[in-house]
């Protein structure tokens, strides 16, 4: 059933920019969005604002496909293909315009969209536009199949956005992660602010135990753990984003803008790294010179319980290896014995942690972290994406900073890191090398579940990109597997998987 339909005002190009700049937001590969409307009515206006706002480009020149039937586009996100279907005679010249390929790889605006027939898919975004009602032209938007449930929540965002006091802001989408939150940036009056489009997640099917994969590993299910990790964080001086509105049930949230100066965009411009890392590693060294309370206030009321990075949690990032990473470079799934001999190795391994703990942000490097120079001391680093902190080995994030997955760090910059980090945290003779005892085990394990999720999203989410990053995180762990604590390890990867069967 067809939820009922919204609308919106489409008087002015600002309004048309409105609405193509939340359209954008919600847009993905796939999607069908029918334009409908007497000639005249502002089809082709509205899909020039939709196309811009998808391009990132304002000036970008988008003609009328009225002659020459179908235009495309490549965006950063999505290619697009516009499609003005009034002068085809039957619905099956479609496919003679691309509308197969459009459809399985890109966005299709389509205007004149009752030339299709019966060729029109059933999920799909239908926009009206009406100017009957004296003049005053409005977007009258309804979703078809899968597109009335986006629809919904299309709406219920622009609700809490309008409630915050920022309805008015100009919308812009951001980049994001591998994970299905979005993001957009909001300006208004001189002010900036970053909203999350986070819903929550149902829990997994249960995989042992009766319980999901999620609930196991301890990852977040909604973002009250964010607002309360956040706000801890501040409360210590750090530099998360200050949390200034949030609907939890929905699942928005709308935070201070820490900027775009990314640690890993920075290392891709060749810019200078010094100073950025070493208050990057000050803050661990913040963090982990103090017990983190296992109960964090979250705002508006309520508490939230930080989860333990427990035995079970790491054993079961561990599985991501043989699960995902070994069938995609050897020829079928893993045999048993070797799955069995690979689970009893790395439970013994893990017997050797000091058991030391701390707040574990968990995905601490440089996607994560923001330049903020304007700061000073460990506030010069800007931290997001911390949802899924556990209370765990202090050594996690220094590893995953100082190995990161997606961009090179070379062995002597970890290492005069890593000695910094030392020195701050005041770590000496058993303690320090129990602590470097648990920098190798959390990087072999962490190197192990890292191989296993980029296959995963190659293979199972289509994204190759990823690819790229496997021989980096392959030498990372290799480097680790030489500490004396990984000698099962080791010998297991030696037999099974060493360093030249680790590629496709």
């Known amino acids: 059933m067809n939820r009922p339909a919204i609308r919106r005002p489409l008087n002015s190009l600002s309004d048309a920019g409105r609405l193509a700049a939340e359209l954008a937001a919600h847009a993905r590969a796939g999607d069908l969005i029918a334009l409908e409307g007497p000639l005249g009515a502002g089809k082709t206006t509205l899909a020039r604002a939709l196309i811009r706002q998808l391009t990132g480009n304002p000036q970008e020149e988008v003609p009328s496909p009225t002659f020459t039937l179908v235009q495309t586009y490549e965006t950063a996100r999505i290619p697009v293909w516009h499609f003005d279907l009034y002068r085809i005679e039957r619905p099956e010249e479609i496919f003679e315009l691309g509308f197969e390929e459009a459809e399985s790889q890109g966005l299709s605006l389509v205007e004149w969209p009752d030339r299709m027939g019966a060729y029109c898919p059933g ?49 812009g989408w951001l980049q994001g992660d591998a994970s299905s939150r979005a993001y957009e940036r909001l300006s208004l009056n001189g002010r900036h602010a970053v909203l999350m489009n986070a819903p929550p997640m149902a829990d997994g099917p249960p995989i042992r135990d009766g319980k999901s994969y999620s609930r196991i590993a301890h ?9 309360a990790i956040a706000n801890y964080l501040r409360s210590l001086g750090l ?82 290896l043989p699960e995902w990473f070994w069938p995609a470079v050897s020829s079928g799934p893993i045999p048993p014995d070797a799955r069995q001999d690979y689970a009893q190795i790395w439970s013994r391994a893990l017997a050797q942690l000091s058991g030391q703990k ?25 931290l997001i994406d911390f949802q899924d902190a556990v209370l765990g080995p202090p050594a996690y994030d220094l590893v995953s900073l100082l190995q990161d997955a997606r961009v090179d760090v070379t062995e002597a910059r970890e290492q005069a890191l890593l000695t910094l980090y030392l020195t701050r945290a005041g770590l000496e003779g058993a303690d320090q090398q129990a602590f470097l005892t648990d920098y190798a085990l959390m990087g072999a394990q962490r190197a192990c579940k890292i191989l296993g999720i980029f296959m995963r999203l190659y293979r199972r989410d289509g994204k190759p990109g990823y690819l790229g990053h496997i021989p980096r995180v392959s030498a990372c762990l290799e480097r680790n597997l030489s500490h004396p604590a990984l000698t099962g390890p080791r010998a297991w990867f030696a037999r099974h998987l060493p360093q030249d069967r680790r590629v496709l």
């Open 123 to 171: 999920d799909y975004l239908a926009i009206e536009i009406d100017d009957r009602d004296g003049g005053q032209r409005e977007a009258i938007l309804s979703g078809h199949g899968g597109w009335a449930p986006r629809l919904a929540r299309m709406q219920a965002l622009h609700a809490f956005i309008s409630r915050a006091g920022w309805g008015a802001a100009r919308r």
């Open 219 to 227: 990852l977040a299910e909604d973002m009250r753990p964010f607002a």
């Open 239 to 320: 530099s998360a984003p200050e949390i200034l509105d949030q609907d939890f049930e929905q699942g928005f949230l709308l935070i201070e803008d820490l900027g775009d100066d990314l640690y890993g965009r920075r290392l891709g411009s060749g810019a200078a790294m010094e100073a950025p890392y070493e208050a990057a590693v000050e803050v661990l060294a913040a963090l982990h010179g103090r017990a983190a309370p296992a109960q964090l206030e979250l705002p508006g009321g309520g508490r939230y319980h930080l989860p333990d990075y427990d035995r079970e949690a790491m054993m079961i990032e561990l599985d991501l």
């Open 358 to 382: 701390a707040l574990v942000l968990r995905d601490y490097h440089s996607p994560n972290l923001l330049w903020l120079p304007k700061r000073s001391g460990p506030a010069r680093a800007g």
